[in-house]
């Protein structure tokens, strides 16, 4: 169902995860499980998957990731301030060693002229605080905005890892 | 990348919320995420999608979801007793009116002769208690099994609907 690349990416992902004896948790908006639906895909991905928090609703974002409702007022569901957030969060919420966020605006409504339909905000996090963030603007219909976003989302984990 | 017959079921069970005015969350251990990953694959969802709980390890399923020891250890992950549990901590950890809670053996490993390889639980709850549940033996390789329990998953939410 995945595509080949994305499978080949999660094992990566996997192995640099196990290299390092640590866990791995997601905390979701926009591509609503499709990580963690990909990292699970890889057969024996249980010995790295700790937990998804698929926070797509704001308030899910709040109770569940702990995310201030004052952040998402100032600076909007979408945002860099927020995907920190939610990383922070999952790290406090699981015991997973690294985490990786995703907020963004699939389509096809839903964009503004500051926040066009496909800017998705990305981060990955170490429990140790180091992390990596990244903003694009991914072309394509719904599906492939998803779907490049978990693209990013599992190197931007990869390369978390490498530092 | 979900097969159209799943996004079809995908937008019954999407509709049929909306017209009883609550939201849906997830509780998913072995789909991993495809549950909610399908139904929010369709456009105008988050008006119904609340959360996910990608509970993968069973630490999660006791941290995020309330699950009890106790009761994973007397009847294994994969269970009636466990999915229900989910389905329960579900309910109280957000704010949805109807949950669904899958935890299953995808394969290849991982299988026994009590608990072969396909078997899946999988419960669906409303809040006033009102639940469904079946445990099938799904046939195939573990993407054949995780795409028919989210398919079965799907139609169990449309069914405790009904009701």
Redesign the interface.
Known sequence: ??PDALIQQAETVLNRCRAAGI?LA?A?S????????C???V????DV?????????N??KE??LGVAPSVIRRHGAVSQEVVLEMARGALQ???AGVVVAVSGI????GGTAEKPVGLVHIAAMREDGHHLHCAPVFPGD??SV??QAVAMALSLIAEVLED
């Open positions: 169902m995945f866990r997601t979701e926009c591509t609503g499980g499709l990580i963690i639906g990292l699970t895909a057969a024996g991905s249980s998957i700790e937990a998804g928090f698929i926070t797509y609703a308030d899910a109770n569940l919420n699981s015991s699939a389509g096809p409504g719904r599906q998803r779907l």
